[in-house]
Structures are given as C-alpha cells and as structure tokens.
C-alpha cells in the first residue's frame, strides 16, 4: 500500500509536523530508559512510520508503507476500526473520520468526540462501553 492511501484510509488527513516524529523519539527514549524491550521495539517502529508520514507531508514522497513499520502501521488499522465502533455507539456515521489515535486514553476519545458535538459524559460512557 503506498503511504499517500494509508492517510487516506487510515488517518484524519491532516500533516504530520516534524514535532510528532520527535514525540516519537522522545516516547523510544523513555522506553530504553526503562529498557522495556517490548516497548523499544514498538516505538521504533512508531518513529519510523512517523517519520514515512512526515516524509510524505513535507516532500511529497509517496513510496509503499516501509516493511520496518509494518506492526506499526497494523496497530492503527485496527484501531480504525475500534474507532469506528466508539462513532456507532455515540450516533455517529461509522466512516466520519479517519483518525486512528489511541482510544485506550479517555481523553484522547473525549477531546476527539467533541470535534463531532459529542459531550463529555455520552463520550466516557462511550469509553467505558467500547474499551473497558
């Protein structure tokens, strides 16, 4: 798949700025401090496909998805489709956007919810429903 359809697909469409490729780094860095491997290796991956994404958004460059991300890349796939439950339950038409952020934090669903007019109580309950 080349990157230019995963956003399409896959994200809400806007830039990735060089500043969430270095949340990135910063997020690896916290990991080998705690020399969790698991969570090295997850957020290399992360950084790499951050880095693809920003690639893309800056200069253009549409390659295929780097083999390097793949894992990556799969876990925000699928939580389109997490995402895609939580608009359902809230009243929401299931393809309203293609945002892929990590639904496991309440408050990344609520702030996201109220983008739509969702409020903050229909969007915990959403939380508590879907994810818990």
Do not use: P
Request: charge should be positive.
């Amino acid at each position: 798949m080349k990157i230019s359809q995963y956003i399409k697909e896959y994200t809400d469409g806007k830039s990735i700025g060089f500043h969430c490729v270095m949340m990135e780094v910063n997020e690896l860095i916290v990991e080998i401090l705690r020399i969790n491997w698991g969570g090295i290796k997850e957020e290399f991956e992360d950084l790499f496909h951050f880095l693809q994404l920003w690639l893309y958004w800056r200069f253009g460059i549409d390659g295929d998805i780097w083999k390097i991300t793949r894992h990556s890349v799969k876990k925000f796939m699928d939580r389109k489709s997490v995402w895609n439950k939580i608009y359902l339950l809230v009243g929401l038409s299931e393809n309203i956007s293609g945002y892929a952020g990590n639904y496991k934090r309440i408050e990344k669903v609520v702030n996201h919810l109220q983008k739509f007019g969702i409020d903050r109580q229909k969007a915990e309950r959403a939380f508590g429903e879907i994810i818990k």
